[in-house]
């Protein structure tokens, strides 16, 4: 239908398979002089179907006698095939059963042909005119906004007052990870991990009615935690109370944000580091010189203690190239290989102590190569120090090694998980700092160098632990 169609003729199809009737309807809407009407005629079901279809007119007026089909079945065909320009049913006597259901399968207006006249038909094209340009503009809203609420990466919710889900949009899908089936009436609560979230939540909408930003953990379908901000407001629909609100996944803006503080950190520290391994290698030099001159003076039984001494220096010196090793990006050999190549060469080197431990291991590859830019020398170091650290985190003869290879839309993720020991909170968020270590024995430096090697391959890592249940590294690499 035209935007401005007082400025043109209404297109009129008649479907009727009486030539007079058609002629006596046409000749009453001609009459009408406030307005230029195209009128066509159509005289079987059949035709008639495929010019509906066709949306070529404004308006319809279909006779309910159509051979062995009748104006009912054209309306439920017009119906299916979404037609939007208003129909009128046209009948030769009345019939209110006639008139409901014509009504109910969406005809504008029932009519008696004995009773057409030029005035009546006039009020019934203006109604159904105005009452389609209303339905259509509203039909094309509703269009606008379900495609914003289905479409956007966001997730949209409405709610009960108590955050019982009744609807959501398929963006829950990638932030819980199932179906929005299974979060129907289920509460939003109940999906945070925190307590004291909760309560806060809850205290800000009942005595606001509204959240903005609100941070929040959830926990997945697979048991995974996830950040986003909540906002929300309480509304009122015909006295029933509701929550309408988004959820935005954070989730990777914060480990950005982490990776980028940790990389900031380290950045720090390895100039504190440069600096004291300048200071400290000018007096070992001095004593290297010192000690070869002492050699031609001593007596032989002087010169294992300077053999001690100088034994003493290089290991000093050693210990400075491991740190500084681990607080600077390595110079790379990039080669194109598959993650699959490297975890191999990594488990292949700490085969020796899973077997000593009794270690289960549990391996799942993509069937396609996961192709990446990479050192690999450098990276199966990475990996070795984090199989390293899973393998002596577990208990001998309980132990399960978990190694994953998921490739995701732009990048391939590596999972390295052991059902071991655990560590603290405190002891996560300092897990890749350079000399800090939990074990009795331990350098610091293992994981230290890891994170620089896997950062200098433009890649990812983190950290989920928990106490006597286990640890998992995921390691994310840009694919080619």
């Known amino acids: 239908m035209p935007e401005n169609i007082s400025n043109h003729p209404i297109r009129v199809l008649i479907v009727d398979d009486e030539e007079d009737d058609f002629i006596l309807t046409s000749a009453h809407i001609r009459d009408i002089t406030s307005r230029n009407f195209n009128i066509e005629w159509c005289s079987t079901y059949k035709n008639a179907i495929e010019r509906i279809k066709k949306s070529e007119h404004d308006i319809y007026f279909i006779d309910y006698r159509l051979g062995a089909k009748t104006g009912l079945d054209l309306l439920r065909e017009s119906a299916l095939m979404h037609c939007e320009e208003p129909i009128i049913l046209l009948t030769g006597q009345g019939n209110q059963a006639i008139d409901l259901e014509a009504t109910r399968l969406g005809a504008v207006d029932y009519l008696i042909k004995s009773e ?26 509703e269009r606008k906004y379900r495609n914003i609420f289905e479409k956007t990466r966001d997730v949209i919710f409405l709610a009960d007052s108590d955050l019982n889900i ?16 299974d979060l129907q009436n289920r509460s939003l609560y109940d999906l945070m991990t925190d307590a004291e979230e909760k309560e806060s939540l809850k205290q800000t909408l009942h005595e606001k009615g509204r959240v903005d930003d609100f941070q929040v953990e959830l926990m997945t379908h697979n048991k995974t935690k996830k950040l986003a901000l909540v906002s929300a407001s309480l509304e009122m629909d015909q006295g029933q109370a509701y929550v309408q609100g988004i959820l935005h996944d954070i989730t990777l803006l914060k480990r950005a944000e982490e990776i980028t503080l940790q990389a900031e950190k380290l950045e720090a520290k390895g100039r504190v580091i440069r600096t004291l391994a300048h200071e400290i290698r000018n007096p070992l030099n001095n004593i290297s010189v010192s000690i070869d001159q002492l050699k031609s003076i001593v007596t032989p039984d002087d010169i294992e203690l300077l053999n001690i001494v100088y034994r003493g220096v290089r290991r000093i010196d050693d210990l400075i190239n491991q740190l500084m090793d681990s607080s600077r990006y390595y110079k790379m050999k990039f080669t194109v290989l598959s993650l699959q190549t ?25 069937r396609s190569p996961a192709m990446a830019l990479i050192d690999l020398e450098k990276i199966k170091i990475a990996f070795l120090n984090i199989l390293l650290n899973a393998i002596e985190a577990m208990e001998e003869g309980k132990g399960i090694l978990k190694i994953v290879i998921e490739p995701k839309s732009d990048f391939h993720e590596v999972t390295i998980a052991d059902n071991g020991c655990g560590m603290s909170e405190a002891v996560t968020s300092r897990l890749f700092e350079p000399y800090f270590t939990d074990k009795p024995n331990g350098v610091g430096l293992g994981l230290a160098s890891a994170l620089a090697i896997i950062q200098s391959h433009k890649s990812t890592i983190r950290v989920e632990s928990k106490l006597k249940e286990g640890t998992t590294f995921t390691i994310a690499f840009p694919s080619l």
């Open 116 to 141: 057409l006249n030029p005035e009546k038909l006039e009020r019934c094209i203006r109604y159904s005119l105005e009452r389609a340009s209303i339905l259509r503009a509203s039909r094309a809203s």
């Open 166 to 181: 009744k609807n959501i949009n398929e963006a829950a899908i990638e932030l819980f990870g199932n179906d929005t089936s």
């Open 342 to 366: 490297v975890i191999e060469r990594a488990v292949e080197e700490a085969m020796d102590r899973i077997a000593l431990k009794k270690i289960k291991l549990d391996v799942s590859y993509p």
